[in-house]
Every structure is written in structure tokens, then in C-alpha cells.
């Protein structure tokens, strides 16, 4: 039992093609395939990698081998998924495509839509880490100020003023000077 890594084609022929979604139920009638080793000697074990991963084999599909079975969203994951697809179609609807693709990036982390020339602009300007804020950094920022703010937990209305103040200090963080 494990993961299993899904590859899908995508070209200028498959404009009905759409990624899966979180918690959509898909079928399918392909078999898993093994992961292939490296054909020489001392090559980057990509199979290796992937089984400390827990991913062990291989799905290739195309949009004829894949089928929707369901859209009920049950985690989680799925509800932040469904969040993000809405905020990303909102911010489609904007006639400004440069700076919708930088608030994207901002918001959700997502930086696809930003073209080469943004994305040089930013660089040459020394402010590239702004788009390149991660989760593992907001994580990281997450865990020392709930080390930070644990005594308060212990008032009477602690968990709430902590979780208010570690929300307003990571939003405030995009204020920062750069």
C-alpha cells in the first residue's frame, strides 16, 4: 500500500482537459506501472526517491483514460482546494492579468501565471523573496509564536485572543519592509 504518482498529457489538442481535484472520485481501466531505475550507473535514483516518499508506482493517463465519478468534497484539503479554485476564478475575471498573477502568487502561493518579464522585473528589483514566501517559512513563523504566545492559553479566553494575535501577526507580515 501506498502513493501512487499521477502523470496526465496535456498538449494544444486537449483544451477540454482539466487537472483532478481534491477529494473527486476519478476512474479509470489503465494499469499501475513500476516506477522505472536508472538505466547508468551512479544517476540520481529517482526511483529511490520516490519510495522514501511512499510512492511506488505509476498512473499515465491521457483525457480519454479518465473518467469522474464524483465531486462531493469531504476533507479538509478538499474545502481549501474548492477556496483556492474560487479565488483563482474571481481573479480571472479581472481585465489585469500581470497584477492578478502577483496577488495569486501572494494569496495562494500559486506563481504559473506569472510571465518571464514580471518575474525578471521583480529579481532585478531584490524583491523575488516575495513571491517566493513558502508555506515551510509561514510554518516555521507558526510554530515560535505559538511557543511564544502558550501562556496565554492558560487565561480564561486565551486560545481565542492567541489564535487572534498569531492570525494578525502572520497577515501583517506582507507589510513588512522589504
Known sequence: MGKVQLNTYKDSSNTGFKPPKIDYLYQTTNSLTEITPPLNPHQFNYKDYLAHQG?????KLGIEDISLKSTSIKTVQGIAGKLRDDINKVLKTYPYKTETAILNALLLGQRDEINSQTYQDYASAGAIHLLAISGLHIGIILLILQF????????????????????????SLQYLPV
Do not use: D, E, F, N
Request: net charge positive; hydrophobic share 55%; glycine share 4%.
Open 55 to 59: 510512492i511506488y508506482s505509476q498512473l
Open 148 to 171: 511564544l504566545l502558550a501562556p496565554l492559553k492558560h487565561t480564561k479566553h486565551g486560545r481565542v485572543a492567541s489564535l487572534v494575535l498569531i492570525l494578525a501577526c502572520l497577515w
